[in-house]
């Protein structure tokens, strides 16, 4: 009897165990990232702060900040979030709004995307992202198949969305208004709203976005060189065309781990938007698609803890923060590869970024929290 107790508890414990597959992948990403900021941004940090490892620094020290934060959302009973949801939401849309008042917001490139002073700046654009999971993983577990309906279930969720991602548009970051509607989609659509549904809503603002979007100079150029970023490539297709260009030279091996040429001047934000062409310079082929298939391993792990939840906020959640994780990582691979056009959000895990680097590694917590109260084991 005592064998059958002692027994009967590891098989609990393994069952509650976290995924080691999941949480590896995420470490090697961290891991990689690491390396490439130091090896992206040390001709940069030497040339403005003396110090090759200045902004390596930073990162690990986000990095912890990032990891506790992790270790909190991985112990709390996930279902508390369910109450916290819309609480989360209204702290998102005030944050935004504040970023967008002169002498509050901080000012870079342009952009009005920051809060907060120098090192200590936080960027609540990457908090909303994970707010607007919350909030769609409360609502969409209370209405159940009210979801197929089209001005009960898909109109005010959709409201919601447009509300965050106009607010970041404004800053400009069309990068982050973008994920947050791809990801607000992609959850609906798991939530078994109807296709057709999402598909009015698309047609409803797809020509506003447009105009928006054409009617501003600096987004404009963005598509146009997107378009064709050759036809320009001194002005508005230099980025795409020296990105293209360190891929190319990356070849299938790289040139070697800390052997770029681009990232002395050539391409900017080689150490955050652009990582990716370091890396794949760098690391080659090979190295790209070792980045891209742990992607792969986290989403298809991810995926099966939310198919394993115990309840639909649990499942919701968990698809969500997978959500966010891997169509941001595609979404700049597309841009660094001119499959995308330029939008200006980081590669999650790699490049450089406070803000973003603590949202993912807390939506990873989350993934993983859902993960130890599963239905079953997900092997």
């Known amino acids: 009897m005592v064998e059958r107790k002692r027994n009967d508890e590891q098989v609990a414990t393994q069952r509650n165990a976290p995924d080691a597959v999941l949480v590896g992948s995420i470490a090697v990403l961290v891991a990689i990232g690491l390396v490439m900021i130091f090896s992206a941004s040390s001709a940069l940090a030497i040339a ?3 110090d090759a490892a200045f902004f390596l620094k930073r990162q690990i ?3 912890v900040v990032g990891i506790i934060a992790a270790f909190a959302a991985y112990r709390i009973e996930y279902e508390h979030l369910r109450r916290f949801a819309p609480f989360a939401l209204v702290a998102s849309v005030l944050s935004l709004g504040l970023v967008l008042i002169p002498h509050i917001g901080l000012d870079s490139g342009g952009a009005r995307r920051w809060l907060g ?3 200590f700046s936080l960027q609540p654009s990457e908090f909303a992202k994970l707010a607007l999971v919350l909030y769609l993983a409360a609502a ?3 209405k159940g198949e009210r979801v197929r309906s089209l001005v009960n279930g898909v109109v005010p969720l959709a409201l ?3 509300l965050l991602a106009m607010l970041v548009l404004k800053e400009p970051d ?4 973008s994920l947050l509607t791809f990801t607000a989609g992609a959850m609906l659509f798991a939530a078994g709203a109807r296709i057709v549904h999402l598909l009015m809503v698309l047609m409803v ?3 506003w976005v447009v105009l928006l979007v054409m009617h501003d100079a600096y987004k404009r150029a963005r598509i146009l060189a997107f378009l064709n970023p050759w036809k320009d490539t001194q002005d508005k297709g230099f980025q795409i065309v020296q990105s293209l260009l360190a891929l190319g030279s990356g070849g299938p091996f790289g040139v070697g781990l800390g052997f770029s040429r681009q990232k002395f001047g050539w391409l900017p934000e080689t150490y955050t938007d652009f990582i990716g062409s370091i890396l794949g310079e760098e690391l080659g082929f090979i190295g790209m698609f070792v980045v891209v298939m742990l992607f792969v391993i986290f989403a ?3 995926a099966r803890i939310a198919l394993n939840a115990p309840d639909r906020f649990g499942y919701f959640l968990a698809l969500g923060c997978m959500a966010m994780i891997v169509i941001q990582a595609f979404v700049n691979i597309g841009v660094v590869t001119s499959s995308w056009p330029v939008t200006g959000v980081p590669l999650p895990f790699i490049s450089f970024g406070g803000s973003s680097l603590v949202v993912s590694l807390v939506a990873v917590a989350l993934v993983v929290n859902v993960g130890r109260h599963r239905r079953r084991s997900t092997g």
């Open 48 to 50: 403005q702060h003396h």
């Open 61 to 63: 020290v986000w990095l």
């Open 117 to 119: 002073a120098g090192a």
């Open 140 to 142: 969409l577990s209370s």
């Open 160 to 162: 919601v969305t447009a």
């Open 174 to 177: 069309m990068g982050t208004a």
């Open 205 to 207: 603002t797809a020509p």
């Open 300 to 302: 298809y792990r991810a």
